[in-house]
């Protein structure tokens, strides 16, 4: 037999070539098994190739790297056709470990035919050298290569399955299977050579006719490391491209999900409730249904978001939004429009179910609720309007469910009450009011009345609360309680605010140059005024413009509006107080009675709630809880002020109480500006006329 022998270069990238083989096939197995339709069928084909090509290059390395004492060459269209062997077998292969399960059986015989494709491929790769005589194989090592083969064809199939997913662990996992894979098939090829015997005279007859082995080994591991960088390339970029597009549809549905959903309950949001409204009508329309539409506010979850804090506050709405799902049907929605609003779209349905649903929701609402193991309780009014008699449209019915909710809070809460059309007078007044108000600054609409205060017990005056009225064209004389609660849901108590502090700076500055510069006036803030930004610089700005000094001003704010923020509205009011201006606490008594953010206020002034003074008598409660308040008020060194005077009796005890400052109708009524000192020196001189009597007459009949 001749001699041969192994070129060990060629050895060595036969062994890279099979490593790099390896990998690509299993990244190409993860990408066929993540695909699916034309892109799996397009990765299946160009995957068998790169893979066929690179079990079938080293293959072709490690022939090329075989010496005998002859000259060798190779038959094209033999090694073509085992090159087409190793591309099929390389297609079975993928096509088995991109289905969703690979059981035992498909496993061994999958692997069985792949390893009897490498051995044919292998030996069809022999006879591709037309040798004369025939090669010999030995026969137990011939049988051993094919076991080999089949063997490590289970292996890859097995691992190419387990690997196909991707991620950085698979990476590296992968990148070890290789090399196990890469040594196996490289182990069947050299088990397969040692099984083949030359006989002496022994010559190629594709030596001279075939291809020539000088320039080929270069050539084929050129183009084998070619294809595997551009089958690995491609596949990363499909990788992150995949990755990208996966990212990109997450953050898409996520955008989608906030944009449609309420942040806080996870409910449909406004939006998404207006989409189902108008699907709802569409199917009405088609099969001549009803629908009911459940407008619901929550009765007296301010005063427990102002008691107990916003994070109380929001628990609750999401254990309210809870309660709802589970009464609520499938097919129903239930959607949170913002604040304590809900609304349930019931579909299809009746009006007496609406009522049934409309029942069992305040029923439900009315049962205790535990946050942070506090009990807290609140009821629910519930507005509702039917499809198609009570609107045709989104808009109508959702303004007409929300007048019926109006109406059942105005029927004493905690109840429902069905659409009527008379409703509609009220809603439109309210929307009327509401436009009117938005053009009430600009026509110089708004006017204050100032009402004085007087050190106790009869003067003299030490100063002034602005309190504003609307001078409406349309609605009359207005107080402000039938329409700043108007400004409050509009958005608009902001500016009026903001023209209240100004208009009360300017005013002062007249006075101020009359010679009345030895008083001061007070201005209510609201709570949103409190959190607004803007708020210091809009003081600080009056202020400037109208040349006052800081002390002129006293800045009035309840209990509850100091703590609708604490933390918020601590930083503003320090900020206010750092410019010079007075704070009083208005309505004390009423609020929180937080001595512990009380003691934290920068404030200089206590003014007692005008419900403690209206029953006030010598030794009844009232009179013990005054004072308590003006103990606690001079302990904190803060100026006592008492509003809502009425009666001699009230002024007497409250200045034996020690109130330093009174306020109310016995002393003098609110009056416009241009008649407030005149009024008071009328007042001052009656008083003196009639021998110093404890209480001043009303300045105003």
């Not at 590296?172 to 040594?183: K, P």
């Not at 069992?360 to 309007?385: E, K």
């Not at 029927?411 to 007044?429: I, K, P, T």
């Not at 700043?484 to 509009?490: F, H, T």
Request: with cysteine.
């Amino acid at each position: 037999m001749l001699e041969s022998s192994h070129n060990q270069v060629l050895v060595a990238f036969s062994i890279i070539v099979a490593i790099l083989a390896s990998y690509t096939a299993l990244n190409m197995a993860s990408r066929v098994s993540s695909t699916s339709g034309k892109t799996a069928m397009w990765w299946l084909i160009g995957g068998s190739f790169a893979m066929g090509f690179g079990i079938w290059s080293m293959h072709f390395i490690g022939m090329l790297a075989f010496n005998l004492p002859i000259a060798l060459g190779y038959d094209v269209p033999l090694t073509l056709i085992s090159l087409l062997i190793a591309i099929v077998s390389s297609a079975l292969a993928l096509y088995l470990v991109c289905k969703d399960t690979l059981p035992t059986g498909r496993l061994v015989s999958g692997g069985t035919l792949m390893g009897l494709g490498i051995a044919c491929m292998h030996y069809t790769g022999m006879e591709a050298m037309l040798m004369t005589p025939r090669i010999i194989y030995v026969p137990w090592i011939f049988v051993l290569s094919i076991v080999i083969a089949i063997v490590a064809s289970i292996a890859a199939l097995w691992l190419a399955f387990r690997l196909r997913q991707d991620s950085k662990r698979t990476t590296f996992t992968r990148m070890g299977a290789s090399l196990v894979m890469g040594c196996a098939i490289v182990g069947m090829h050299y088990t397969g050579m040692a099984a083949s015997k030359f006989p002496l005279n022994s010559f190629c007859s594709a030596a001279n006719s075939g291809i020539d082995t000088k320039w080929l080994a270069i050539l084929v591991i050129i183009v084998s490391l070619a294809v595997f960088a551009i089958a690995l390339i491609i596949s990363m970029l499909d990788v992150r491209t995949e990755r990208l597009s996966n990212s990109l549809d997450e953050a898409t549905n996520e955008l989608i999900e906030l944009a449609l959903h309420d942040n806080l309950t996870r409910l449909p949001n406004r939006i998404l409730l207006g989409d189902r409204l108008e699907q709802a009508i569409h199917r009405a329309e088609r099969s001549n249904g009803e629908f009911g539409v459940l407008f619901m506010d929550l009765d007296g979850f301010k005063a427990i978001n102002d008691m107990n804090g916003h994070h109380a506050g929001d628990l609750l709405l999401k254990e309210v939004a809870q309660r709802l799902l589970k009464i609520s049907r499938e097919e129903d929605t239930v959607a949170r429009l913002g604040g304590d609003e809900f609304v349930l779209l019931m579909e299809p349905d009746s009006p007496e179910n609406s009522a049934l649903l409309a029942q069992r929701l305040i029923d439900t609402i009315a049962q205790p609720f535990h946050i942070s193991d506090t009990p807290l309780h609140i009821s629910a009014s519930v507005g509702i309007a039917i499809y198609p008699q009570d609107g045709k449209t989104e808009h109508e019915l959702m303004v007409n469910a929300d007048a019926a909710m109006y109406h059942a809070k105005q029927q004493g809460r905690n109840g429902y009450r069905f659409f009527e059309h008379a409703m509609n007078a009220d809603v439109q007044l309210q929307m009327q009011l509401q436009q009117d108000l938005r053009q009430a600054i600009d026509n110089n609409e708004l006017v204050l009345h100032y009402q004085p205060k007087f050190k106790a017990p009869n003067g003299p005056m030490i100063g002034l609360e602005a309190l504003i009225r609307w001078q409406s064209p349309e609605h009359g004389f207005m107080t402000p309680d039938r329409f700043l609660p108007q400004a409050e849901s509009s958005g608009l108590i902001v500016p009026i605010g903001n023209w209240v502090i100004n208009e009360a700076c300017r005013q002062m500055k007249v006075w101020s140059d009359q010679g009345h510069n030895d008083c001061s006036v007070a201005v209510n803030l609201s709570a949103v005024q409190l959190q607004h930004i803007s708020l210091v610089e809009v003081v600080d700005t009056a202020l400037e413009v109208h040349e006052l000094t800081p002390t002129q001003l006293v800045l009035e704010i309840t209990e509850s509006t100091a703590m609708h923020d604490a933390e918020t509205s601590l930083k503003v009011l320090n900020n206010l107080s750092a410019l010079g201006v007075s704070i009083s606490i208005d309505d004390f008594g009423t609020g929180y009675s937080s001595l512990l953010y009380l003691k934290q206020l920068p404030a200089n002034e206590l003014k007692i709630d005008r419900g403690f003074i209206t029953e006030l008598a010598q030794g009844n409660d009232d009179e013990a809880i005054v004072q308590a308040i003006i103990a606690l008020g001079k302990t904190l060194g803060m100026r006592i002020v008492a509003e809502g005077v009425e009666t001699s009796e009230q002024q007497s005890l409250l200045t034996q109480l020690g109130c330093d400052t009174l306020q109310g109708y016995l002393l003098g009524k609110p009056v416009p500006a241009e008649v407030l000192f005149t009024s008071v020196k009328a007042e001052l001189g009656e008083e003196l006329a009639a021998e110093k009597a404890v209480a001043l007459t009303p300045i105003i009949p």
